[in-house]
């Protein structure tokens, strides 16, 4: 594989593709039937999703799974987005909750320049997931934090960067404080890929590198597999306990395991 980033070397890359991968932790730990069930799942949704969406009980088992296993992964992407700018010139990653707890610095002694507000030479980020994660007072807060910065730095811009913004986009940001709409030309809301454009003077940098992730995300679970790929029990359970049934229909002996999951000290569920 040819390496054409020119803002990160492959070595630096691959490395941090491999901690975000670590950082999903005890998700990757393989699913028995125990902790499929740990908060009690829903056996009439699972009935509902099956049947409407025509799937078989492997299949919507496995979703269960992911989706189990999603819930808490975004803030393992959030690691990514955030961390690999410490691989990146000019970029600095403060320690979680330093530095006045900004995601990322980016600093360039040649300046930094700002539409419709000139040059400066820092820039202090605050960085979200999505465009809509933040409600009116969160927003309002992160809005005062930048507004304090620049009380305390006339030569600096704030930028709150979204990794999936609504748009491509380097614009002013306006938000509601104490019921007044704000707004100020060196805070800005800014779309991951004019964040990289910024840092990296590539206009199409986010680009390629959403162009090699893939092939190294794919390299680096091969390496991994022994350690990282999961071993889900939890179908092989259901058929287990569904054998014991007196039920004649499969596909309705797999359905009465699944009830057993959320209804088994319900009356008529219990084999007394």
């Known amino acids: 594989m040819m390496w054409n980033l020119?803002?990160?070397?492959?070595?630096?890359?691959?490395?941090?593709?491999?901690?975000?991968?670590?950082?999903?932790?005890?998700?990757?730990?393989?699913?028995?039937?125990?902790?499929?069930?740990?908060?009690?799942?829903?056996?009439?949704?699972?009935?509902?999703?099956?049947?409407?969406?025509?799937?078989?009980?492997?299949?919507?088992?496995?979703?269960?799974?992911?989706?189990?296993?999603?819930?808490?992964?975004?803030?393992?992407?959030?690691?990514?987005?955030?961390?690999?700018?410490q691989y990146i010139k000019n970029c600095h990653v403060p320690p979680n909750g330093e530095e006045g707890g900004w995601d990322v610095i980016y600093e360039n002694p040649d300046g930094i320049s700002i539409p419709d507000a000139g040059i400066v030479h820092t820039v202090y980020v605050e960085m979200k997931n999505k465009h809509n994660t933040m409600n009116s007072a969160s927003a309002g807060k992160t809005f005062i934090k930048m507004q304090n910065q620049l009380l305390n730095d006339d030569d600096c811009a704030c930028f709150l960067v979204e990794a999936i913004a609504q748009r491509s986009q380097n614009i002013k940001w306006e938000t509601t404080v104490d019921k007044k709409k704000v707004g100020h030309k060196l805070i800005r809301r800014v779309s991951l890929d004019k964040f990289y454009a910024l840092v990296t003077g590539q206009e199409d940098a986010f680009y390629q590198m959403c162009m090699i992730l893939p092939s190294v995300i794919e390299k680096v679970v091969k390496e991994l597999e022994g350690t990282i790929v999961p071993h889900d029990t939890v179908i092989d359970e259901l058929r287990a306990m569904a054998s014991e049934q007196n039920i004649e229909s499969e596909d309705l002996a797999i359905a009465m395991a699944v009830y057993m999951l959320g209804f088994g000290s319900y009356k008529g569920f219990t084999k007394k």
């Open 6 to 85: 020119t803002f990160i070397s492959e070595e630096d890359f691959t490395s941090h593709v491999k901690a975000t991968i670590e950082k999903y932790g005890e998700k990757l730990e393989s699913f028995d039937l125990k902790r499929f069930n740990k908060n009690i799942i829903d056996p009439i949704k699972l009935i509902f999703d099956k049947t409407v969406y025509q799937s078989s009980w492997e299949e919507i088992v496995s979703n269960e799974i992911f989706r189990q296993r999603d819930k808490s992964n975004n803030n393992d992407i959030g690691y990514f987005h955030q961390r690999i700018f």
